[in-house]
Antibody, heavy 118, light 111 residues
């Protein structure tokens, strides 16, 4: 059974960089066949796709966030990470990582709330 | 404003059927058979219920079904149960910008 777990600071100051890591267990990122995604949900709002990465390092980002987003993968640790720069209060959200077989998300982490505040 | 349009709320009584619509364009829903649906209970992560328009992952009851006509996809839940009360989101591949789009979500109330 594949499991994903997000980790990282729950509080980030405005203008700083949000950094989160997703640790995958029960399956190997380097085995291929899946993209690995980040998705966020603003409080009380809907879902927003941030981007995804393949084990080889190929990335696709939501154009609305592309200038501030970097997703990377560390196959040796079976982890992938999200960095979002120059954050504002509008980036306050629950951030989820998810496995992506095609263009759907079959396994999700539990989510982590990141608050942007001074 | 979400890229895909869903009704904000729907409701039904136990045992009844409800259908949630998801309207996009020929660039997303209408152009690809990559529509998926997610169920989200309060405080929980979304759960995949339907993928590739009408396929059900293992473990999802066959009361849940998906379809598509033109630029509109639909999720139908038959034999409503109390535990079906949740938010439901549709999602579609968009081919290019912005690649993946979600609907704004529909709150299902079981009366």
């Amino acid at each position: 059974q594949v499991q994903l777990q997000e980790s990282g600071p729950g509080l980030v100051k405005p203008s700083q960089t949000l950094s989160l890591t997703c640790t995958v267990s029960g399956g190997s990122i380097s085995s291929g066949g899946y993209y690995w995604s980040w998705i966020r949900q603003h409080p009380g709002k809907g879902l927003e796709w941030i981007g995804y990465i393949y084990y080889s390092g190929s990335t696709y980002y939501n154009p609305s966030l592309k200038s501030r987003v970097t997703i990377s993968v560390d196959t040796s640790k079976n982890q992938f990470s999200l960095k979002l720069s120059s954050v504002t209060a509008a980036d306050t959200a629950v951030y989820y990582c998810a496995r992506t077989p095609e263009i759907y998300f079959d396994y999700w982490g539990q989510g982590t709330l990141v608050t942007v505040s001074s | 404003q979400s890229a895909l349009t869903q009704p904000r709320s729907v409701s039904g009584s136990p045992g009844q059927s409800v259908t949630i619509s998801c309207t996009g364009t020929s660039s997303d829903v209408g152009g690809y058979n990559y529509v998926s649906w997610y169920q989200q209970h309060p405080g929980k992560a979304p759960k995949l219920m339907i993928y590739d328009v009408s396929k059900r992952p293992s473990g999802v009851p066959d009361r849940f079904s998906g379809s598509k006509s033109g630029n509109t996809a639909s999720l139908t839940i038959s034999g409503l149960q109390a535990e079906d009360e949740a938010d439901y989101y549709c999602c579609s591949y968009a081919g290019s910008y912005p690649w993946v789009v979600f609907g704004g979500g529909t709150k299902l109330t079981v009366l």
